[in-house]
């Protein structure tokens, strides 16, 4: 099986081709710069690869959470070129990405908002819980009362690391196994299963953007 993989949520944007499990080529562009790079590093990822469109089997994206105007900007590519190709589509998320790889039957995975803002998603066997917000608010939310023993932690930067200390919590940082982001998207994606239609495949944000506009409710004269 051969995929295309683009992912925008996790810092960048980033492409992969992968064939059976093989990452063939990859591409990654720093900075929030889907809109002017992605298409050109798609192009460059295939030439690397030397898979043509139709050769390919599946289209994979990353759906967040993460950025929003990176996640925005390549889910719409994505979709666009599902349609164009007639590919299925397969979504992953930010936190399978990032654990894409590790044998952690627990874990708690984190991805950086705006400054001071998560997502994380604390998993423990069946039991998953997730949430979204300041740091503190988030660990108080997700991570249970009395905490493990030791918690593994993908990839929480030092305020929320240090914040889990404070909290008691004993603290192994992991780091993603698989980069760039797309490459995880694109094997993760091989087991994965596609969305019914490239329509059915939205963003997950995680949180509300920072500034929201008014609802004509709120702002409307009475007259």
Not at 190 to 203: F, L, M, P
């Amino acid at each position: 099986m051969t995929l295309l993989a683009l992912e925008g949520a996790l810092g960048g944007f980033s492409a992969a081709v992968v064939r059976d499990g093989i990452v063939l080529a990859t591409r990654h562009v720093a900075g929030n710069v889907a809109l002017e790079a992605g298409l050109g590093a798609v192009s460059a990822v295939l030439a690397e690869a030397a898979v043509a469109p139709n050769e390919l089997d599946r289209l994979a994206v990353g759906i967040g959470p993460g950025g929003f105007t990176g996640l925005r900007i390549t889910i719409a590519y994505a979709k666009s070129l599902a349609q164009a190709w007639e590919l299925p589509l397969v979504p992953v998320s930010s936190f399978d990405a990032l654990e894409y790889g590790h044998d952690l039957e627990r874990a708690f995975t984190v991805v950086v908002g705006r400054p001071g803002i998560i997502s994380a998603r604390y998993r423990d066997g069946a039991t998953i819980r997730r949430a979204s917000g300041p740091i503190r608010e988030v660990l108080a939310a997700v991570l249970p009362a009395n905490g493990p023993e030791e918690l593994a932690v993908v990839g929480a930067p030092e305020d929320v690391l240090a914040a889990l200390a404070e909290g008691g919590s004993i603290v192994k940082p992991v780091a993603p196994l698989v980069m760039p982001p797309a490459a995880a998207v694109a094997l993760a994606a091989g087991a994965a299963r596609a969305a019914a239609s490239a329509h059915a495949v939205s963003a997950d944000y995680g949180e509300a953007p920072a500034a929201k506009l008014p609802s004509f409710a709120k702002t409307a004269r009475p007259r």
